[in-house]
């Protein structure tokens, strides 16, 4: 299995920055995908970006422009860069693996435990 610890999260004002950090150890994959997602409460897990193992990424479309996905292969890591924040990003925010099939992320087998990001 795949242990994925996320970091970073922490209070920040309206227009600041976080960059949010994913550890990932235990099984690896060659072909992988990497995400990150967020839920807010009263609110349904929402899909921020993507990247895998080929450096391609997507981004759900609200994030393009703030929000930047980034790996570090020799570290393990996967980053969330988060500029510009706003109150409405105010969630729980959560890395996720899964292997890479057909040039697309579709299934998330692991997940991190999360970490707070507030938006005051």
């Known amino acids: 299995d795949v242990q994925l610890v996320e970091s970073g999260g922490g209070t920040v004002q309206s227009g600041g920055s976080l960059r949010l950090s994913c550890v990932a150890s235990?099984?690896?994959?060659?072909?992988?995908?990497m995400g990150w997602f967020r839920q807010a409460p009263g609110k349904e897990r929402e899909g921020i970006a993507t990247i895998d193992s080929d450096g391609d990424t997507a981004y759900a479309e609200s994030m393009k422009g703030r929000f930047t996905i980034s790996v570090d292969n020799a570290k393990n890591t996967l980053a969330l860069q988060m500029n510009s924040l706003k109150a409405e990003d105010t969630a729980m925010y959560y890395c996720?693996?899964?292997?890479?099939?057909?040039?697309?992320?579709?299934?998330?087998?692991?997940w991190g435990q999360g970490t707070q990001v507030t938006v005051s």
């Open positions: 235990g099984s690896t994959y060659t072909d992988y995908c």
């Open positions: 996720a693996a899964g292997p890479l099939g057909d040039g697309y992320c579709s299934r998330w087998q692991y």
